[in-house]
């Protein structure tokens, strides 16, 4: 009976300190790792929903649902947001035709004139894009992503890339646009670690690239080893 009584006794208090202590260093060691792959995998995962809008404008495209497309990005200080807006044949028709001059331009070389391209702080009545409140499918707004962990390298403001069918009108605004050529990459970063992105590269970053034709690609920066294609 005594042997019985003796083996329902319950730890000693210096076993539960050993175990407390043995508990405490292994989650000391593993939790900065889990903090380190969450926060890579929160940006990993904003790239992924951002190249998403970017695949969705090419299948647009290709589909000719919308002959002319744009991907807008708006910086604000405590968010970034993506929006992918179209025209419709007939509101693209119109457009060339009410400033053909300027459409024209893309046809005989490479013009970086923004007009064609314009953010939505430049069509405050979003009277160019088609209207982006209608549920119809040959309607403007058909992506939209806002984030407030992620910051990229853009100032604050709007910047725009537009792309085109067969690629003739892929034109820019705001920091996309360089005036003498076009910024074909946008890095994203975890904004707990920075307000605004490396174009070099650091912890927790990401480069999506694209060209004329929507090809997108995604790296990653890789400490030690520089950027990596995902």
Known sequence: MLAQEKKLKGFTILE????????????AIGMPNYTSW?????????????????????????RNVFPFMQMEVIVSDDQIQFLA????????????????ATWNAYLTGVSFNEDICPTSNNDPLN??????????????LIFQYISSDIASDLGTGHSAI?????????????????????????????????????????????????????????????EGTGWVMQ
Not at 39 to 62: C, H, P, Y
Not at 85 to 100: A, H, M, V, Y
């Open 16 to 27: 539960i300190i050993v175990v407390v202590v043995i508990v405490g260093i292994i989650a």
């Open 127 to 140: 009277a160019y894009w088609d209207d982006s409140e209608t549920t119809d499918k040959n309607e403007a």
């Open 162 to 222: 537009c792309f085109s069918t067969d690629g003739t009108y892929y034109s820019a605004a705001g920091d996309f646009n360089n005036s003498t050529s076009i910024n074909e990459v946008l890095y994203i970063c975890q904004r707990a670690e920075l307000s605004q992105c490396n174009d070099t590269g650091g912890k927790y970053h990401f480069a999506i690239t694209w060209n004329r034709f929507v090809n997108i690609q995604l790296e990653k920066w890789v």
């Open 85 to 100: 807006k179209g025209l419709t044949q007939k509101k693209f028709t119109q457009e060339k035709l009410n400033d053909s």
């Open 38 to 62: 969450k926060k890579d995998r929160e940006v990993r995962g904003a790239a992924t929903r951002i190249i998403n809008i970017f695949n969705g404008i090419s299948t647009q495209l290709q």
